[in-house]
Every structure is written in C-alpha cells, then in structure tokens.
C-alpha cells in the first residue's frame, strides 16, 4: 500500500511540474528499495530537484546526488548509550526491527562505538532484531540478552518493549532500563516516560525548505548533507534521571 501510494503521489507531482519535492525514504516494506530507486529516479529524468528527510535511500557508505537533512544518527546511538554507562549499566542490548531504515544502521554503528570507547565488550547476541510485534519477541529478546538495559532503535521500539515487559512482570526502570531515540509526542505518555534523544521535526523542515529554495536558484552548488543538533531528553524511563550529560 505504502509503495504504490508514493509512487502515485510521485507521478501526481511530476504531471504537476512541482519545483522541487521532499522524500523521506521509505522502509520496512518488502519492496521498499526498489520503490525508492523507481521514484528518485523519475524525478531525476523528470529534472526535479529532491531534498532527502532523514536519511539517505542507497546504503551507507554509498551517497546519492540529493541534498539531505536530518540529525547524525550515529551521534544519536552514542549519546543514548553514553548515557546509560555513565549510569553504571554494562550489560546494554539495542533493539531494532527487521527492515529498518538506514538510519538504524548509523544508531547501531553509534551505540557500538561508545561501548567500544567505554572498554564494554560488544558481543554479537547483543544487538537482536524483532520480526513482529508479539510478546514473544520481547520474552526471547530478555532470555537472549538479559540486559541491564535496553537501547531501541527509535521511541516506537522502545514504547513496543515497555508495554511487552510490563505485561510480562519486568518493572521499568527498576529490573531493566530502556531508552529510545526520536522524542516523539507519545514518548512522555509511555507507562514510564521515555528517556530518548530529541530530533528537532519542525527545524529540520525548516532546513529543508532553506536547502530546497537554495537548490532551485542554484542546481550546480555540491551536495550537502545538512545535519542539525540533537539533545538527551532524561525521564524515568531510563533510572539516571538526576545525571548531568553532555548535552546539558
């Protein structure tokens, strides 16, 4: 549904002749890839510039010829994790599901390297992925890792993990600690607010728009990753509410 519905809208914009148009890159769709290569694609042939949100549609290290805005993913994953040792954890498991975007790949690499700088071991069993949604997912996640504590790839794994541990009698952040990343509207709503890192939506669109208005009056000018600043948001979630960070 995903993917014909944005290749649809893609076909819309080009019969329109739009000046410019803005794709965040879909994911964790069976045919995710290919619909993003066929739209940029048509764009491209239709002489349409395109602004990247979030994240780049070609894996890392490859770079496509589009300008992109978003935050550093990777920066993300270390402060997150940075976090947590500095709160005395050692045992730290990060979560993602399967077919995640890019930018789970960049928090990854992030949360990797700060264990790696804090002298932490990083076991392969350390970085699970969920296939669905069911509790047994997050009951095998605990068996495997059995984490002080848990980095999810976004706020809407983590939120997913809260609830599944909950039910399954974990207390939060008492048996295991778990942070997200993204700060989405939800994330102080959870039953034990979400520590996360911020990612500023609305001066990322305004980025956007800066860096589409710049590439219609002057198509020649590099492309350019433009990446803004993300913060720590500390809340229960997390058990460390009272430390200072780095980004404070």
């Given at each position: 549904?995903?993917?014909e ?10 019969a ?12 964790r ?8 290569d066929r ?18 549609f070609?894996?890392?290290p490859n770079?496509?010829?589009?300008d992109?805005?978003?935050i550093?993913?990777r920066?993300?994953g270390?402060?997150?994790?940075e976090?947590l040792?500095r709160a ?5 498991g990060f979560?993602?599901?399967?077919n995640?975007?890019?930018t ?21 069993a ?8 069911d509790e ?5 996640v605990?068996?495997t890792?059995?984490?002080?504590a848990?980095v999810?790839?976004n ?6 993990l809260m609830h599944?541990?909950i039910?399954?009698g ?7 600690r778990?942070?997200?990343?993204d ?29 589409m208005?710049?590439?219609v ?6 492309v350019?990753d433009?990446l ?11 058990g460390?509410k009272t430390?200072?960070t780095?980004?404070e």
């Open positions: 549904m995903k993917d519905q944005t290749w649809r809208l893609c076909n819309q914009y080009i329109k002749k739009v000046s410019g148009v803005f794709f965040a890159p879909l994911e769709t069976a045919s995710s890839n290919e619909t993003n739209v940029v694609s048509a764009l491209e042939l239709a002489g349409i510039p395109v602004v990247l949100l979030d994240r780049c070609l894996p890392y770079r496509s010829r589009h992109l805005v978003g550093d993913h920066r993300a270390y402060m997150i994790t976090h040792l005395g954890c050692r045992r730290i979560v993602a599901y399967s995640s975007a890019s789970v790949a960049a928090r990854i690499a992030g949360y990797r390297e700060a264990l790696f700088a804090a002298g932490v071991p990083v076991e392969p350390s970085l699970q992925r969920l296939n669905s949604d047994s997912e997050v009951r095998r605990m068996e890792l059995k984490p002080e848990i999810g790839a706020d809407r794994t983590a939120g997913h599944g541990l039910r399954l974990y207390r939060v952040p008492e048996d295991v778990i942070v997200g990343i700060d989405v509207a939800y994330a102080n709503l959870l039953p034990v607010p979400l520590t996360t890192v911020h990612q500023p939506c609305r001066q990322i669109g305004v980025a956007a728009v800066a860096a208005l710049e590439r009056t002057n198509p020649d000018m590099p350019r433009i803004l600043d993300c913060r720590l948001v500390i809340r229960d979630s997390c460390a430390l200072h780095i980004s």
